[in-house]
């Protein structure tokens, strides 16, 4: 299928006629006008092949400036697919297009366009040379040009595509004949035990077998694509590991007739990719191709390890404008250059290579001989990106020098575990280990991975630790995190934080530290620490924010949007630290800048390719404040001279300043769909079936375990049985047992107006917090919800009586009750402070003011429109502050009235909503959907009920309107991974559901009706 799509009658098209005629008129006074609409045009193309376009593309040819061609189409591994020239329309076109020629322009793919005339070259001749005044023939020409293909590189184009589509095939094939050899041939069991046991020790302790396997797979898939596609059989014996790694694969293949013929099964595979290379000898498109196997090989076949490693190929404009920036502040800070002797360069997650053969490109060629034999570094964990690093940065070297070197200057190893005494995998890997630990590192550059920690235990997949002897987690827990004052710190341990600390760490005293990473950092609530310690550390900070993040903006695509097509948000960021005297204070400045939120990555990519410098971008300077935050724009001052509702300190029991003493996080079980049902029995059944596995495996563990398991990999994990977190399995590793009690299950506040049941024992819920405080034994209490700190997406509050879950209505739920008990129900406290009646008292002027007003007083205030809008930003970060407004009372009135329509909404009448009825009479509900208008809720085939009002969405709650959370959560669903089937339907009352609908209208529409009469009131502290 083409992946043309552009029709005449489309919006581009249209405009660049609308944009003819107006401008036009005989006389093309504005033709730059005319240009950018046609411009749109190729770039709407360009899209549709995710290719995208870069204006004033330079054509380097030897001993000459580069030639400047208007633009080119580049694809996804920068290569140019076209060019385009615009002239003007007195031009002769003809001419314009000979005079290029003679001057070098290439004759492959290019479009020489005038408003109403195009002649488009290719391959050497005219493919077309007409008026463009008719639409139809505009999108001809346009799809003659993209559509255009090299004459071998359409057979290359799919081969490559259909080689990439089996690598998961063929490295499942290779792991088959390693494992049948691990099985019928002990001289390579032997090897393989030995080999194993050297990667364990060098490269990471708790490499599993299967890890090993892997290794052998990377080695068998790259050995042959260098050797037959890259015509480089030296491959292996000149490089160190590959030589090593041989003598194992030496003694699986010994059996076999030789290496092709034990690898013949995989040959249909390699046929068409090798037939197709042997027409191309440019590395650029080889070596393309290996940026998709490296990918493909990880996202396809392994995808824990592409998780945990952060397998992702960086983006050409993105390494560019990194080396650029790079080499600017050398100079402009530092009188200084990449070329320059004594400024060593680290890359240490080198992936494929493509910032050092980036760094090379920038440097002299005179000076490159010495840079490349003693002071550009990498280092990489991963074997099949190891030896394609090696490749392509000797391969860079050879076409710059004309003579082949081998590159010294990378080490396959862990950066954060780069141990000088053991012996690192090969004597010459050691060797090259320890020259790197003694080069005094200038310059970091590079991208490394980003991911917080595996979603899910049962997956198995943890970032690895590094906690010993200074190791980089010890270092962040004794700086980033000691200085951060939140609650939850566990974005401290992505693998991001840790290469800026170690980074931060390896320039000393002084350098530049360039890295792409995860953007959390810059706004992340318990970044606050890293923050500080950044300024502390750095003198200047650039970071140019590239967005993406579809949690925070979901009207985002990952695929679109993102740079790397990830969800996560990504900023460049350049860190310069200067030479100081010990006693000089660092007075660090930040320089900000954010792309536009909606610009796809094409125009992310864009940017950064017409950026030629850092002086170029207009920096905002940011002004953190003493929190340490740096984006407080949208913050309203005296924010933090209002009344906490809550503080850590108070709850502590070290201060008393606030209106609740205490405060718990929503239930968190981990395991939502086995602790959470609608269903009494279903849970009971689930809970029984998983603590008999759970007991079984712990048994196992006590009797069968040898001394070098880990419970991690011991315990089963088939998502049908059981879901694991890390507390239960701490639990299994010392041996305790679970024990079922049905009176642990209580009815609990799953979302807004959904009750479940839920099984609220200790062993089996992640954290309970002091919910079994608030409400022991599944007791009723009346307690406010709101958003946890954070980066929250949007702010509300509600009233519960039940327990509430983590993620109820808003993100990581906070729940303040009105009264707290012991444990077991006794000893019932209110649980607003002593010091809150006494201000409210003084402040008001009025002793009869009570605890249950100031609760009441509270709710009204949380629902307040101008509260909201005022303090938005700073209601996303942190716990609301509460100011004593004038009109006490109403607010106390209002805020009841709220709460009692909150709490009791089963209790509420159904708004009057009309009911068209079809056929036999059935109440059960699988899935409801609102029509387009939303003035319709279609409830199952027999019922449609109609006429709901406006009001009813104006109501939210985090994400969703009221009653869409109803739609949402009342259907019957499966879980993925364990299989539960959840049905809210009630065999007990089968009428629950539509009267539910009719009462969370009447709900909302009350609760619109309340928030307009708090609007009238102010909420200025008086
Ligand atoms: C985001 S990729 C780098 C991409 C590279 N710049 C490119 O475009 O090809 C990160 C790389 O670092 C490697 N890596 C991850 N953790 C590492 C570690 N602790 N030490 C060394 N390399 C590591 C991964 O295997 C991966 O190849």
New binding site residues.
């Given amino acids: 299928m083409s992946n043309f799509k552009l029709k005449a009658t489309h919006a581009p098209v249209k405009a660049y006629y609308e944009t003819l005629e107006r401008f036009g008129r005989g006389k093309f006074d504005n033709e730059g006008n005319i240009r950018r609409a046609f411009e749109t045009l190729l770039e709407k193309c360009a899209r549709g092949y995710e290719w995208f376009l870069v204006a004033e593309y330079p054509i380097p040819r030897t001993g000459r400036n580069p030639l400047k061609v208007d633009a080119a189409v580049l694809d996804a591994f920068n290569l140019p697919r076209g060019y385009w020239e615009a002239k003007d329309e007195k031009d002769d076109l003809k001419a314009e297009m000979n005079m290029k020629f003679a001057e070098g322009y290439p004759r492959t793919n290019i479009l020489f366009q005038k408003p109403t005339h195009a002649i488009l070259f290719q391959d050497g001749r005219i493919e077309f040379d007409g008026p463009i005044t008719d639409p139809e023939k505009l999108v001809d020409v346009l799809r003659l040009f993209f559509e255009w293909r090299q004459p071998h590189q359409e057979d290359w184009d799919r081969a490559v595509r259909e080689f990439s589509e089996r690598i998961p095939e063929i490295a499942k094939g290779a792991m088959t004949l390693i494992a049948g050899e691990r099985k019928s041939n002990p001289a390579f069991v032997a090897r393989f035990t030995a080999f194993a046991e050297l990667c364990r020790e060098s490269i990471n302790p708790d490499l599993k077998d299967e890890a090993v396997e892997e290794m052998l797979v990377q080695h068998l898939l790259t050995e042959r694509i260098f050797r037959r596609i890259f015509d480089n059989p030296e491959f292996t014996r000149r490089n160190v590991i590959a030589a090593e790694i041989e003598k194992v694969i030496d003694s699986l293949t010994k059996k076999h007739f030789s290496r092709d013929s034990f690898l013949r099964d995989l040959d249909p595979f390699y046929k068409a990719i090798e037939e197709a290379a042997a027409t191309t000898e440019s590395y650029t498109e080889k070596q393309a191709f290996l940026n998709k196997v490296y990918e493909r090989f990880f996202q396809g076949f392994n995808q824990k390890q592409a998780d945990t490693?952060?397998?992702?190929?960086?983006p050409q404009p993105i390494v560019d404008f990194m080396v650029r920036s790079v080499e600017e502040v050398l100079k402009t800070e530092f009188g200084r250059s990449l070329s320059d002797k004594g400024v060593h360069i680290l890359d240490?997650?080198?992936?494929?290579g493509?910032?050092i053969t980036r760094v090379m490109k920038e440097i002299r060629t005179s000076s490159l001989p010495h840079k490349y034999k003693e002071e550009l570094h990498c280092?990489?964990?991963?074997l099949l990106?190891y030896y394609i690093a090696s490749m392509n940065i000797e391969h860079a070297y050879l076409d710059r020098v004309e003579e082949y070197e081998p590159f010294e200057g990378i080490c396959l190893?862990?950066?954060?575990d780069m141990r000088a005494q053991v012996t690192m995998f090969a004597e010459t890997n050691t060797l090259r280990i320890r020259r790197q630990r003694q080069a005094p590192i200038f310059v970091v550059v590079?991208?490394?991975?980003y991911n917080v920690s595996q979603e899910n235990e049962n997956d198995n997949n943890k970032n690895r630790r590094y906690r010993k002897d200074g190791g980089v987690d010890l270092r962040i827990a004794e700086t980033y995190s000691k200085s951060s004052n939140a609650m939850n710190k566990n974005i401290l341990n992505d693998?991001y934080v840790k290469a800026i600390r170690w980074a931060s760490d390896r320039i000393t005293p002084e350098g530049v530290v360039a890295l792409v990473t995860n953007n959390g950092f810059i706004d992340g609530l318990a970044a606050d620490g890293m923050r500080m310690h950044l300024q502390r550390e750095y003198d200047e900070i650039f970071i140019i924010d590239l967005g993406g993040n579809v949690r925070k903006n979901p009207k985002l695509s990952g695929t679109t949007h993102n740079v790397f097509g990830i969800q996560v948000g990504v900023s460049i960021n350049l860190f310069v630290r200067k030479r100081r005297n010990a006693i000089e204070q660092r007075d660090c400045k930040i320089n900000y800048f954010a792309t536009d939120e909606f610009w796809t990555r094409q125009q992310k990519c864009a940017f950064l390719e017409s950026t030629p410098s850092l002086k170029s971008i207009e920096w905002r300077t940011l002004q953190p404040n003493l929190q340490n935050n740096w984006l407080i724009e949208g913050t309203a001052s005296g924010f933090e001279a209002l009344i906490p509702i809550g503080s850590q300190e108070v709850k502590t029991g070290t201060a008393d300043a606030s209106i609740f003493r205490d405060f718990s996080r929503g239930a968190e079980t981990t395991r939502d769909a086995w602790s959470f049902n609608f269903s009494l029995g279903t849970v009971a059944a689930n809970i029984r079936k998983m603590i008999g596995f759970y007991n079984s495996e712990v048994v196992r563990w006590l009797t069968e375990r040898t001394t070098t398991d880990r419970i991690d990999s011991f315990v089963g994990s088939d998502d049908t049985k059981i879901k694991w977190c890390s507390k239960l399995k701490k639990s299994a590793e010392v041996g305790t047992k679970a024990i079922f009690q049905e009176d642990q299950i209580a009815k609990a506040m799953y979302r807004p107006f959904t009750l479940m049941y839920l099984y609220f024992e200790d062993t089996l819920t992640h954290r309970r917090g002091r919910l079994p405080w608030f409400f022991p034994s599944g007791m009723k209490n009346a307690a406010i919800t709101v958003p946890g700190p954070g980066n929250r997406q949007s702010f509300g509050g509600f009233a519960v009586e039940l327990i509430p879950a983590l993620d109820f209505a808003f993100e990581k739920t906070q729940c303040f009750p009105f009264y707290t008990y012991d444990e077991d129900g006794t000893n019932r406290r209110e649980n607003i402070t002593d010091w809150a009646l006494g201000e409210f008292r003084k402040h008001y002027g009025e002793q009869s003011i009570s605890k249950w007003d100031i609760f009441h007083y509270t709710y009204g205030l949380l629902h307040h429109p101008e509260y909201r809008t005022r303090y938005a930003a700073n209601l996303k970060r942190e716990l609301p502050r509460i100011p004593m407004a004038p009109d006490f009372k109403r607010y106390a009135e209002i805020g009841a009235a709220l709460m009692k329509l909150h709490i009791e909404y089963e209790k509420q009448a159904e708004y009057p909503l009309e009911r068209r009825e079809t056929g036999r009479l059935n109440w059960r509900v699988e899935k409801m959907a609102l029509s387009k208008d939303k003035t319709q809720l279609r409830y199952n085939e027999f019922l449609t009920l109609s006429g709901i009002p406006a009001e009813a969405y104006e109501y939210r709650l985090g994400n969703r309107s009221a009653l869409e959370w109803v739609v949402d959560q009342y259907r019957v669903s499966t879980d993925k991974r364990s299989g539960i089937v959840n049905d809210p339907n009630r065999e007990d009352d089968p009428e629950y559901i539509v009267r539910l609908i009719g009462q969370v209208v009447t709900v909302s529409v009350e609760t619109v009706r309340l928030v307009k009469e708090l609007a009238a009131l102010s909420i200025d502290q008086v």
Wanted: glycine residues 12%; aromatic residues 14%; without cysteine.
């Fill in positions: 490693h952060g397998i992702v190929y960086t240490p997650f080198v992936g494929t493509n910032f280092n990489e964990v991963m990106p190893a862990d950066t954060f590079g991208n490394p991975p693998p």
